[in-house]
């Protein structure tokens, strides 16, 4: 199954109704890069209820990814 976008629509509806922070972590735009991620794993299903907001680390996380980069301090 082709992965779809979520319409310009949805986006905003959802932005109305969730604040923008990361659902896991509550990081913000200004504390890092958001992303949009289907909540049921559908691609196909776009509908603002299925939008969840999370940031790089807590979406690769969400996929079971290692990430390019984290914003997280290293560990001396």
């Known amino acids: ?5 979520f319409s ?3 986006i905003l509806k959802r ?5 923008a922070k990361c659902k896991k972590c509550g990081k913000t ?3 890092g890069k958001l992303n949009l991620h289907h909540q ?3 691609s ?7 939008i ?3 940031c790089d ?3 690769n996380d969400k996929h079971d990814t290692i990430p390019k980069h984290r914003d997280e301090p290293r560990s001396h």
């Open 1 to 5: 199954m082709a992965r779809k976008d």
């Open 8 to 10: 310009i629509q949805a």
């Open 15 to 19: 932005l109305v109704d969730t604040p």
């Open 29 to 31: 735009a200004l504390q």
């Open 40 to 42: 049921d794993g559908d």
């Open 44 to 50: 196909s299903n776009n509908d603002w209820t299925n």
């Open 52 to 54: 969840v907001i999370y």
């Open 57 to 59: 680390g807590c979406h």
